[in-house]
């Protein structure tokens, strides 16, 4: 039930827009988006959820597509602070949270 | 507020002890989490719970008790540790399973 994130790893110069993908096998309820820094705790981005409902921060855009279980993340102009590593995690029903296996993103002067 | 919070920080347990891992939280949340974070595998839910007293198995349960007796605490028990629960540990909390989880601040737990 793990979802599958790509790219795998991404490199952008400040500025870069970049997208970050996530799709599932299964009918999705809800995604969520969570970005993490080397050696911290992971923090809320975005929760997507089925019907067209979004919570997050204003600065995040992401799509959500039902039909084709999958969802994005768009990160533009792109700032050194982006830097981090990108999980979904997405649930299908009742069940719990699944998360992907991340996305590196290296964002460089 | 405080948050989540985790103690202790780092641990390093011998194959066969049993500890506690803390995880504390002062929002008023129902839910609680725990997962594990191993490189390359992303977060993997061990435990859950939707409010006092109820508790629930998650993706990697064997190996690991939670108990709840209160909505602020939510601690996570090793029976009897082995190398392959080396790992880093987070405990998270949120209103319900679809709003913002908060993370503590993670365990880092040796066992050799």
């Known amino acids: 039930q793990q979802p599958v994130q790509s790219p795998q790893a991404v490199i952008l110069r400040e500025g870069e827009d970049a997208v970050i993908n996530c799709s599932s096998s299964k009918a999705l309820y809800s995604v969520h988006w969570y970005r993490q820094k080397h050696g911290e705790a992971p923090v809320f981005l975005m929760i997507l959820l089925k019907g067209g409902e979004q919570k997050g921060h204003e600065k995040i855009s992401a799509s959500f597509n039902e039909k084709k279980q999958q969802s994005s993340l768009y990160l533009t102009a792109s700032q050194l602070s982006y830097s981090g590593t990108y999980f979904c995690g997405t649930r299908t029903g009742a069940n719990n949270l699944f998360f992907g296996t991340g996305t590196r993103l290296t964002v460089i002067p | 507020n405080a948050g989540v919070t985790q103690t202790p920080k780092f641990q390093v347990l011998k194959t066969g002890q049993s500890m506690t891992l803390q995880c504390a939280q002062d929002?008023?949340?129902?839910?609680m989490s725990w997962y594990r974070q191993d490189p390359g595998m992303g977060l993997r839910l061990i435990h859950y719970s939707v409010g006092a007293g109820i508790t629930d198995q998650g993706e990697v349960p064997n190996g690991y008790n939670v108990s709840r007796s209160t909505t602020e605490d939510f601690p996570l028990r090793l029976l009897s540790a082995a190398p392959s629960q080396t790992s880093v540990y987070f405990c998270?909390?949120?209103?319900?399973?679809?709003?913002?989880?908060?993370f503590g601040p993670g365990t880092r737990l040796t066992v050799t």
């Open positions: 929002m008023n949340h129902e839910y």
């Open positions: 998270a909390s949120s209103r319900n399973r679809d709003y913002e989880q908060y």
